[in-house]
């Protein structure tokens, strides 16, 4: 993206909707152009993108988008934006283990729900996983999604560079997971063969390697060790990722409760704090 489609893109983001003030009356919207892009990405994926291919979708020609939007690159920056939506990430069906919104409280619950809701909006749109998101341009909806993570850690006892690591984390293995899911998927119809068939064909292979005895570890696995499923899976991952950051928490919690302790031992009497430390009877 050069310099001048970052400044139209975010002008678009975070102005007003362009009317053009001359010309024939408008026939549609920013929003009904983004949609429309957003739909074919949807339908036929990423490469299939095209001003033209939009234009023909709304039933107008494909100059028209122009006076809505300057190019591929900054229609791409309001797509991103627009399935960035919390509202629309946290929508559709949540997991059986997953709180209801009402009872949604906690750094724990807000995190689990922010990376279950990134997990459906790459399934929802599968063509994400195709775009280079490391260097962002930020809208409403990026920036309103970061908020509501970092409202979830306020309070705890991390930094911010720690902050922002962990976000870095969770979207890691929450993209890690969909990418696989999406890439699985899309495999019958590039290939022509089906997972049974695929699997079929390598059995015997297999089974010749799993009796040779150079697998053992292999061998034991039970016949159903790999049939979890994608969203188990996803969720047994997520699960123990935030396992890890409550242990960060807890040992935090701990050795600050521990310091707190001492100072008010130390400051109710600096002559008897001193001579228990000596003795070993207290931190």
């Keep these: ?26 026939t549609l919207t920013l929003d009904r152009v983004v949609a429309a892009a957003t739909a074919l990405a949807d339908r036929e994926g990423i490469d299939a993108l095209s001003m033209r291919r939009v234009a023909a979708d709304l039933g107008v020609g494909t100059m028209s988008l122009y006076r809505y939007v300057p190019g591929k690159a900054e229609l791409l920056a309001l797509m991103l934006d627009r399935v960035s939506d919390p509202v629309e990430c946290a929508a559709g069906v949540a997991p059986a283990s997953a709180a209801p ?19 459906r909006m790459y399934l929802r749109h599968p063509w994400l996983i195709q775009v280079n998101w490391t260097r962002p341009v930020m809208g409403p909806n990026s920036l309103a999604g970061i908020e509501l993570f970092m409202r979830g850690l306020s309070g705890l006892p991390l930094t911010d560079q720690e902050r922002v690591s962990l976000l870095i984390t969770l979207d890691g293995f929450v993209t890690g997971v969909a990418r696989q899911q999406v ?39 039970s016949e159903d060790a790999f049939g979890l499923g994608w969203d188990a899976t996803f969720e047994f991952g997520l699960a123990r990722l935030l396992d890890g950051v409550a242990a960060l928490i807890e040992s935090r919690s701990h050795s600050t409760g521990t310091r707190r302790r001492a100072a008010s031992r130390r400051n109710a009497d600096p002559a008897e704090y001193t001579v228990k430390r000596g003795r070993g009877r207290v931190p």
């Design 183 to 221: 890439q699985h998927a899309a495999l019958a119809g590039e290939t022509g063969m089906t997972d049974e068939e695929f699997w079929s064909h390598q059995a015997p292979v297999l089974a010749k390697a799993m009796e040779s005895g150079a697998y053992p570890a292999m061998a034991a696995l």
């Design 101 to 119: 919104a009402a009872e949604i409280s906690g750094w724990r619950d807000v995190l689990a729900m922010v990376a279950r809701g990134t997990y």
């Design 1 to 26: 993206m050069t310099t001048e489609q970052l400044r139209r893109s975010l002008e678009l983001l975070w102005g007003e909707e362009p009317r053009p003030a001359r010309g024939p009356r408008p």
